[in-house]
């Protein structure tokens, strides 16, 4: 088996997946809203970067954001799941294969870690009165920090147990967290090299553990799906992804929401997609994440312009990816059995949407009010609900669409 020529059929496979979901992607409603937000909130961004005072602590928020996407350190390796039987057996011959795979993810990630850092860059410059040079000395040493978490992170999947994975990513992320903040807060050459030591060390480690384990092939497909079925979650949006896959778990602590649905014939299809958005991982998932992130850039601007668009992105990006749980039943014959209405199924969907964006909406009104902007929370409050009740009409005509 020549193992280039593997990894070569198996990228050029990949690209041309994505290339076919692409197309629908960048020609969509939503990459127009985005870039429209991205002009909007550069230009809060830049205003309030004039504002900044030296007292700014951008040191730590660098630290904190830019470490984070140094830690998380995925792999694409490409696997699928007949390779554990047809290349279990060739396993000592793979080398230059994951490597090639190490050396892609490392390039792919460098590219997010550059836009990140080009993002946070005019905060951090104008507190500290960081220059160019000082921008492409600490970008190249960010990419060599991204290559050591990147071995270890591949040294760290050999182990079976999702403990000693959970307790590295924890260790990583505050060896690289002290890192970045001993460099951005100018603490000279000594410390900084001192933890990154640490981290040299621990990769060191992790690989002496691991130089007699064999590849856990089943964790490393595993994690491979989850990344595919991540970017199809998003291709969904824009076409049918035949390949999709959605995963469910219970959430019983969930259930004492259901006990507002009325017990009758009229609430069947509520009941039903209620469950569907409380357990599918794809809907409470995505609320959950949106809301967070979308809270935390609150945080960040003042303007009530700005956090009126804010809200006005974080409710549409979570509305429209919400819609698709339409589909989710469509191959189940016994919900068509049902004695009910068509209607009533298309009224079910938008309402569990619509209690999800009010939620949302909810939680961004009370992290401005908790931050001790009162009027600001009470008018992009306002303008939450003015959109939702927009967006109810629109996605009404979104899903007739399906």
């Known amino acids: 088996m020549n193992n280039p020529d593997l990894w070569q059929g198996r990228f050029t496979a990949f690209i041309i997946e994505m290339q076919k979901y692409l197309k629908y992607i ?35 928020i660098m630290c904190l954001v830019i470490g984070f996407a140094v830690a998380k350190s995925p792999i694409f390796t490409f696997l699928k799941e007949a390779d554990m039987i047809f290349l279990l057996p060739l396993e000592t011959k793979l080398k230059s294969y994951f490597s090639r ?35 492409a000395i600490i970008f190249v040493f960010l990419i060599v920090l991204k ?51 640490l981290l040299i060390a621990l990769m060191l480690y992790y690989r002496s ?32 992804v035949p390949k999709l896959r959605g995963k469910t778990a219970r959430r019983k602590w969930l259930d004492w929401l259901l006990k507002f649905i009325p ?11 209620a469950r569907t958005f409380l357990r599918a991982n794809d809907y409470i998932g995505l609320l959950l994440r949106l809301t967070v992130i979308g809270s935390v850039v609150l945080l960040a601007f003042i303007s009530v312009w700005a956090n009126i668009l804010v809200i006005v992105i974080f409710l549409y990006m979570t509305g429209i990816q919400l819609l698709p749980a339409w589909k989710q039943h469509e191959m189940k014959i016994w919900v068509s059995l ?17 209690y999800f964006l009010i939620f949302e909406n909810l939680i961004f009104f009370l992290v401005k009010i908790l931050s001790g902007a009162v009027f600001s929370s009470f008018v992009s409050f306002v303008a939450g609900f003015i959109f939702i009740s927009i967006f109810r009409a629109y996605a009404v005509k979104k899903i007739r669409k399906f």
């Open 209 to 240: 553990a691991t130089i007699r384990k064999p590849l856990k092939w089943e964790k490393l497909i595993e994690l491979e799906d989850k990344r595919m079925m991540s970017f199809y979650r998003i291709a969904n949006l824009f076409t049918d």
């Open 101 to 135: 795979s190490i050396t892609l993810s490392l390039f792919m990630q460098s590219f997010i870690l550059l836009v990140l850092f080009a993002v946070l860059m005019p905060m951090y410059s104008k507190v500290s009165g960081a220059s160019l040079k000082d921008f």
């Open 338 to 354: 049902y004695p009910l209405p068509a209607k009533m199924r298309e009224t079910a969907v938008i309402k569990m949407a619509m």
């Open 26 to 60: 960048f020609n969509g409603h939503l990459l127009f809203v985005l870039l429209i937000a991205a002009g909007g909130l550069g230009y809060y961004y830049s205003e309030w970067v004039k504002n900044l005072g030296s007292g700014f602590p951008a040191a730590l």
């Open 263 to 273: 017990y009758n014939q009229k609430s069947a299809y509520s009941y039903l997609y």
């Open 147 to 197: 290559y050591v978490n990147l071995m270890i992170t591949w040294h760290v999947l050999k182990f079976q147990e999702n403990s000693t994975i959970l307790t590295d990513a924890a260790i990583r992320y505050i060896l690289n967290a002290a890192v970045l903040y001993l460099v951005f807060s100018g603490a000279g050459i000594l410390f900084p090299l001192i933890a990154f030591i």
